[in-house]
Nanobody, 126 residues
Framework: QVQVVESGGDVVQAGGSLRLSCTAS????????MAWFRQAPGKDRELVSC????????YYADFVEGRFTISRGNTKNTLYLLMNSLKPEDTATYYC???????????????????WGQGTQVTVSS
């Protein structure tokens, strides 16, 4: 049974930092693309960052502006998102997505990821 579990969401002041963690288990294959998406109230879910099976191949949405870093843990199918210089507009539920295939470039569409977590809430106060 596939399980994707996120943690690390919290309430933080603008300019602060958070590190989100995600662990995926029960996947069909190891070393597939993983990603972080987010969804704010009343808005569509959007890609924040993704990373392919190739460790150097990561993608960031334009709004990240160099503030976030995606990385994999030593354990396969563990994913992190370090978020610095947080802004109130970063407030959203953040979702970890896994099982995005083994392409050189990580997919940017949510439909490409087969397994999802329940989300972790990030709230940035001004």
């Amino acid at each position: 049974q596939v399980q994707v579990v996120e943690s690390g969401g919290d309430v933080v002041q603008a300019g602060g930092s958070l590190r989100l963690s995600c662990t995926a288990s029960g996947l069909r294959y190891d070393d597939t693309a993983m990603a972080w998406f987010r969804q704010a109230p009343g808005k569509d879910r959007e890609l924040v960052s993704c990373i392919s099976w190739s460790p150097d191949s990561a993608y960031y949405a334009d709004f990240v502006e160099g503030r976030f870093t995606i990385s994999r843990g030593n354990t396969k199918n563990t994913l992190y998102l370090l978020m610095n210089s947080l802004k109130p507009e970063d407030t959203a539920t953040y979702y970890c997505a896994a099982d995005g295939g083994s392409f050189h470039l990580c997919p940017r569409e949510s439909a490409s990821y087969l397994s999802w977590g329940q989300g972790t809430q990030v709230t940035v106060s001004s």
